[in-house]
């Protein structure tokens, strides 16, 4: 079982950046598929990005293409999300998962193919 722990998350002003972290706990954080996701307050959780076990496929939602980046180092067991260009409407509470699984890439967009989440990170972007 590998536990999740998010960082990064804060107050910005649209335009504007930030990086968050996911570190996971365990030796075998290569093995794990890794997702990020977003709620609203009001709303479902929503896909964002994932990325595959050695970094090599990378998955975007359409509202984020261009603008953020998913990215993971193995050796430091954590994946990354690199947000620019924020709008408000990017202000969600960001989630982290993962997945032993071997999922498709339909799968890897959906909450139901990732067994552990962490406790998420707030994203506050003011206009």
């Known amino acids: 079982q590998v536990q999740l722990v998010e960082s990064g998350g804060g107050l910005v002003q649209a335009g504007g950046s930030l990086r968050l972290s996911c570190a996971a706990s365990?030796?075998?954080?290569?093995?794990?598929?890794m997702g990020w996701f977003r709620q609203a307050p009001g709303k479902e959780r929503e896909f964002v990005a994932a990325?595959?076990?050695?970094?090599?496929?990378?998955y975007y939602a359409d509202s984020v293409k261009g603008r953020f980046t998913i990215s993971r180092d193995n050796a430091k067991n954590t994946v990354y999300l690199q947000m620019k260009s924020l709008k408000p409407e990017d202000t969600a509470v960001y989630y982290c998962?993962?997945?032993?699984?071997?999922?498709?890439?339909?799968?890897?967009?959906?909450?139901?193919?990732?067994?552990?989440w962490g406790q998420g990170t707030q994203v506050t972007v003011s206009s």
């Open positions: 998962g993962a997945t032993l699984r071997v999922i498709s890439a339909a799968q890897a967009m959906g909450v139901i193919g990732y067994d552990y």
């Open positions: 365990g030796r075998t954080f290569n093995m794990y598929a």
């Open positions: 990325i595959s076990r050695g970094g090599a496929m990378e």
